[in-house]
């Protein structure tokens, strides 16, 4: 099942997922945080997906479990497919997953609960004799009914009192969530409308559904996450997050929900879910969040996926990891956008660190940062334009956009400028995570965060592209950026991750001893200075079997 990949085998530990597709089922049940992945056992291209299953201690060191279900009954013969957890106020888990079934591939929801409840590992799964729970409504396509999501329970005394959201699209390519609602989890009645629907964006897939704190709550001030029932009211919003079958990227928007009449309002019509933000402009979906009771927050996982081809997938055994996770916060500072950022985990493995502070970028330099080897690394930026530079310019590439750029060379009057990582020494590869200002007559200013991919590798197989969008930079604010580098994977977090950017680039040069960092510059007019930049060396953790055979954990 652990297989390494010559040069790319990330070490930052993430369960690795031999699948196409990959949605997840997190849970945190006495003491372990669980990981429930969509796994194909036969091999690395999308089929015959069972439920994998992993545990951790700290969302970074993974042991793998047994497999937790299988295709074994008519009702999910053809696969066992996106589930979720919910946890009940009497510690009952109930587990709800889309079942594709034998006859017809028709998607139906079933329910399954742990064979025994009081077991920390979760290890064996029963199947309810109810199965199928749910099946595809009238006016529904029987392939177009998947990915239920956590049950939430509502504030009054409502009887039935859970809801769960599974997601869906219509006969006009609408993308929809319906809505049900249970008290047994084994009968469900169909809310009277649908949650929400946007038309043009196809099929939803992995709906996510989840408060978050809002204004200067208690929770807010603390940058605490809200747990999944919590009550709507002044200070909480929603947000529902759709995965595009059309465009495989996940959209979210920020929004109120209604409880009695189970419907969400997008804030703003013209971020709605699907036409409007993403929680990452790489490669990032299917992605879905879980409610950690330990440190009361919100964690975010997404699959990413695979820029080789299905060819080199089944060469090398697998394809596809998780991210790091995130915790995902609203950010009260703009109040339209939400902030992500790597678990505080990470921080534990980070080793030995370099400051850089106060480097000038002159126009088109390129200056090496010596950190030695730089495959494993955590860097925290801060950038300055000149602001006389950025003031004398009247106008500056108003109509620029990252994917239709050059990428890192394609210069503009106050951008491109940010680091090159996974690069070697004579960048001849290099992976560019850069910022990019506009400036319009008015003399407002607009920052693009962008990953440019074109040149990341020599390898003439692989998808590559230059990926990102606007970043919100209030008054008075640095430019700021997080990178986790990790052999293939780079994940970026601008502006405190209000704009993510995660690249799978599989360097042939820039690997081991060879991966170098760099800080670069390539705007025609501005001068840049990196007012801070730290560089943490990152330590691996693993990925194994259980049992564990040491003690530390
Ligand atoms: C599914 O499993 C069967 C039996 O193990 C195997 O023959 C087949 O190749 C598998 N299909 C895929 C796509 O992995
Ligand atoms: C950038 O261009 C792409 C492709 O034309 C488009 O889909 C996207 O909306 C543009 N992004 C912005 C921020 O304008
Ligand atoms: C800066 O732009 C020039 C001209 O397009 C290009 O040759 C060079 O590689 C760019 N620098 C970086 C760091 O991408
Ligand atoms: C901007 O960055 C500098 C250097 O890292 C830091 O000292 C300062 O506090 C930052 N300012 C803001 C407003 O975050």
């Known amino acids: 099942m652990l297989l390494f990949c010559v040069h790319a085998a990330p070490s930052i530990p993430r369960p690795r997922v031999n699948a196409r597709h990959n949605r997840i089922g997190p849970l945190y049940h006495k003491g372990w945080y669980h990981l429930f992945y969509q796994w194909n056992p036969d091999s690395a291209v999308w089929g015959n997906i069972t439920w994998g299953h992993a545990v951790s201690r700290d969302l970074l060191h993974w042991l793998h479990l047994p497999l937790a279900m299988v295709p074994d009954h008519p009702y999910?013969?053809?696969?066992?497919?996106?589930?979720?957890?919910?946890?009940?106020?009497?510690?009952?888990?109930?587990?709800?997953?889309?079942?594709?079934?034998?006859?017809?591939?028709?998607?139906?929801?079933?329910?399954?609960?742990?064979?025994?409840?009081?077991?920390?590992?979760?290890?064996?799964?029963?199947?309810?004799?109810?199965?199928?729970?749910?099946?595809?409504?009238?006016?529904?396509?029987?392939?177009?009914?998947?990915?239920?999501?956590?049950?939430?329970?509502?504030?009054?005394?409502?009887t039935p009192a859970w809801r769960v959201a599974i997601g869906s699209k219509d006969r006009d390519h609408a993308g929809l969530a319906l809505v049900y609602r249970t008290e047994d989890f084994v009968r469900y009645d169909p809310a009277p409308a649908l949650m929400h629907a946007v038309p043009g964006t196809g099929m939803w897939e992995c709906v996510d559904f989840y408060p978050v704190a809002a204004g200067s709550g208690a929770a807010a001030d603390s940058g605490d996450g809200l747990e999944t029932s919590a009550a709507p009211g002044p200070g909480v919003k929603h947000v529902l997050k759709a995965s595009l079958d059309d465009d495989k990227h996940d959209y979210y928007a920020i929004g109120t929900y209604d409880p009695a009449t189970d419907t969400w309002t997008p804030d703003s019509a013209e971020d709605d879910v699907g036409i409007g933000l993403r929680y990452d402009y790489g490669k990032y979906y299917a992605s879905k969040t879980f409610y950690d009771p330990v440190l009361r927050r919100r964690v975010l996982w997404g699959w990413v996926g695979e820029t080789d081809s299905e060819r080199a997938d089944i060469l090398k055994g697998w394809a596809s990891v998780q991210s790091i996770p995130r915790t995902v916060l609203l950010d009260t500072k703009t109040g339209s956008n939400l902030l992500q950022w790597p678990v505080v985990e990470v921080e534990n493995l980070r080793m030995s660190g370099k400051s850089f502070d106060g480097v000038a970028l002159d126009r088109g330099s390129v200056v090496p940062l010596d950190v030695g080897k730089a495959t494993q690394l955590d860097i925290e930026a801060v950038f300055e334009v000149d602001a006389s530079d950025a003031a004398a310019v009247t106008e500056a590439d108003v109509t620029f956009n990252c994917s239709t750029s050059a990428g890192a060379a394609g210069r503009g009057l106050l951008g491109p400028f940010g680091l090159l990582v996974l690069a070697d020494d004579d960048l001849s590869e290099q992976t560019a995570v850069y910022f990019?200002?506009?400036?319009?007559?008015?003399?407002?200013?607009?920052?693009?965060?962008?990953?440019?991919?074109?040149?990341?590798?020599?390898?003439?197989?692989?998808?590559?592209?230059?990926?990102?969008?606007?970043?919100?930079?209030?008054?008075?604010?640095n430019l700021s950026v997080r990178i986790l580098v990790d052999h293939s994977i780079v994940e970026s977090f601008a502006q405190g991750g209000r704009t993510c950017i995660t690249s799978r680039v599989y360097p042939t040069r820039a690997i081991y001893d060879s991966a170098r960092v760099f800080l670069f510059n390539n705007a025609t007019h501005a001068h840049v200075k990196a007012k801070s930049v730290k560089i943490w060396q990152l330590n691996s953790a693993y990925i194994r079997p259980y049992p564990a055979t040491t003690t530390s954990l």
């Open 436 to 477: 990019y200002l506009l400036k319009g007559t008015d003399g407002s200013l607009q920052t693009f965060f962008c990953q440019d991919e074109l040149r990341a590798s020599k390898a003439n197989d692989l998808v590559k592209r230059v990926y990102g969008s606007l970043v919100p930079v209030l008054d008075g604010e």
């Open 76 to 158: 999910d013969a053809n696969g066992v497919w996106s589930g979720s957890a919910t946890r009940l106020p009497d510690g009952r888990i109930v587990m709800l997953y889309t079942g594709s079934t034998a006859e017809s591939s028709a998607q139906v929801q079933n329910l399954a609960e742990p064979a025994d409840a009081s077991d920390p590992l979760l290890r064996e799964w029963v199947k309810s004799d109810a199965n199928p729970v749910l099946v595809p409504p009238p006016g529904i396509g029987p392939t177009d009914f998947r990915d239920p999501t956590t049950a939430w329970r509502t504030p009054g005394n409502d």
